[in-house]
């Protein structure tokens, strides 16, 4: 769109920069004003409307966009553009979104820097929102000052984020790291991806929950979530014993492979599961350390991501800065 980057600090005693991180889900459309220090300055959501339309969710962005403008207006700040982290694959060039995102209706073929930058006139960057926690995680919380990272969300789904030598890994023309669909059982269950066997459907919360109601009787509880299944762990609930103990087998597998391709100084692992306690991440490690090669992992640190919901905002938004050079 022939937009430029703007480069101008705001008020104060500090030259600070500033950009919008939006970071986009199947549930919400999360959004915040973010210096290149990390500092959140402002920050909000709204629901995403994930299984209306595109145009719905693409409304709710541009919302919250102009949420955050009116507040960098009112504290005089400039703001050096847009960073969006989205499902999905995306260009190359971070302004089409490309496919990929089954939580979102329609969420294929979506010009969405154009469509950002034509409504609010400011320079708009995208990428895969694992991809954005990754480098929010790098940049500001479990990671930072680490040059080589895996980053893992956990979630409904299995995102993935690698940096090497400080740069975002993405593959070919940013069609990579789909680690959610490295396989983990041959010929095992269909995924949602078309592949069988996939991590995602084995390790995910999701998956987590869906074996627990399994071994725990039959039907799906829809009321029953990751925290209920590691409550029940906790209580001794054998079918939550079960589940937990395969999720750890199989994200251990998942995250071994990775500390053998890539041997990173740090894993960092986010996602509402991870939370629930020093424990679930010893776990982890535990069963980590009898996966992966000891010669690649004998530099690597498996830690809990710092920076909880805020990290696709902060990424999304320290994608903006750094190619600015305000960072």
């Given at each position: 769109?022939?937009?430029?980057?703007?480069?101008?600090?705001?008020?104060?005693?500090?030259?600070?920069?500033?950009?919008?991180?939006?970071?986009?889900?199947?549930?919400?459309?999360?959004?915040?004003?973010?210096?290149?220090?990390?500092?959140?300055?402002?920050?909000?959501?709204?629901?995403?409307?994930?299984?209306?339309?595109?145009?719905?969710?693409?409304?709710?962005?541009?919302?919250?966009?102009?949420?955050?403008?009116?507040?960098?207006?009112?504290?005089?700040?400039?703001?050096?553009?847009?960073?969006?982290?989205?499902?999905?694959?995306?260009?190359?060039?971070?302004?089409?979104?490309?496919?990929?995102?089954e939580n979102i209706a329609g969420?294929?073929?979506?010009?969405?820097?154009?469509?950002?930058?034509?409504?609010?006139?400011?320079?708009?960057?995208?990428?895969?929102?694992?991809?954005?926690?990754?480098?929010?995680?790098?940049?500001?919380?479990?990671?930072?000052?680490?040059?080589?990272?895996?980053?893992?969300?956990?979630?409904?789904?299995?995102?993935?984020?690698?940096?090497?030598?400080?740069?975002?890994?993405?593959?070919?023309?940013?069609?990579?790291?789909?680690?959610?669909?490295?396989?983990?059982?041959?010929?095992?269950?269909?995924?949602?991806?078309?592949?069988?066997?996939?991590?995602?459907?084995?390790?995910?919360?999701?998956?987590?929950?869906?074996?627990?109601?399994?071994?725990?009787?039959?039907?799906?509880?829809?009321?029953?979530?990751?925290?209920?299944?590691?409550?029940?762990?906790?209580?001794?609930?054998?079918?939550?014993?079960?589940?937990?103990?395969?999720?750890?087998?199989?994200?251990?597998?998942?995250?071994?492979?990775?500390?053998?391709?890539?041997?990173?100084?740090?894993?960092?692992?986010?996602?509402?599961?991870?939370?629930?306690?020093?424990f679930y991440l010893e776990k982890?490690?535990?069963?980590?350390?009898?996966?992966?090669?000891?010669?690649?992992?004998?530099?690597?640190?498996?830690?809990a991501a710092t920076l909880g919901?805020?990290?696709?905002?902060?990424?999304?938004?320290?994608?903006?800065?750094?190619?600015?050079?305000?960072?």
């Open positions: 769109m022939g937009l430029e980057f703007a480069d101008l600090g705001g008020k104060g005693l500090r030259m600070e920069r500033y950009a919008i991180g939006i970071d986009l889900g199947g549930t919400s459309v999360k959004y915040a004003v973010v210096a290149s220090s990390g500092e959140v300055l402002f920050s909000g959501q709204l629901p995403a409307f994930a299984q209306e339309s595109a145009e719905a969710v693409l409304g709710q962005v541009l919302k919250g966009v102009e949420a955050c403008r009116e507040y960098a207006a009112s504290e005089g700040f400039t703001l050096a553009g847009v960073g969006i982290g989205t499902p999905g694959v995306v260009s190359a060039d971070g302004r089409t979104v490309l496919g990929g995102a969420w294929e073929n979506i010009p969405l820097a154009d469509r950002i930058e034509e409504a609010g006139g400011l320079k708009t960057l995208a990428g895969n929102d694992a991809n954005m926690m990754a480098l929010g995680e790098t940049l500001f919380g479990a990671a930072k000052g680490a040059t080589d990272v895996v980053f893992v969300t956990v979630g409904t789904g299995i995102g993935c984020g690698v940096l090497i030598d400080g740069r975002l890994f993405r593959g070919y023309r940013n069609r990579g790291m789909e680690m959610g669909h490295i396989t983990v059982k041959c010929d095992g269950e269909a995924c949602a991806c078309g592949g069988r066997g996939c991590l995602e459907h084995y390790a995910s919360t999701s998956a987590l929950v869906r074996r627990f109601c399994e071994l725990n009787g039959g039907g799906r509880d829809a009321d029953v979530n990751g925290k209920d299944v590691v409550f029940f762990y906790k209580e001794g609930n054998p079918a939550a014993v079960q589940a937990l103990e395969e999720h750890w087998n199989y994200l251990a597998h998942g995250i071994a492979s990775m500390i053998n391709l890539f041997a990173p100084q740090r894993v960092v692992v986010g996602g509402g599961i991870s939370e629930a306690g020093d982890l490690r535990e069963g980590v350390r009898r996966q992966m090669m000891s010669v690649c992992g004998e530099d690597t640190e498996l830690v919901n805020r990290a696709g905002c902060m990424g999304a938004a320290g994608l903006v800065l750094d190619k600015m050079g305000g960072r």
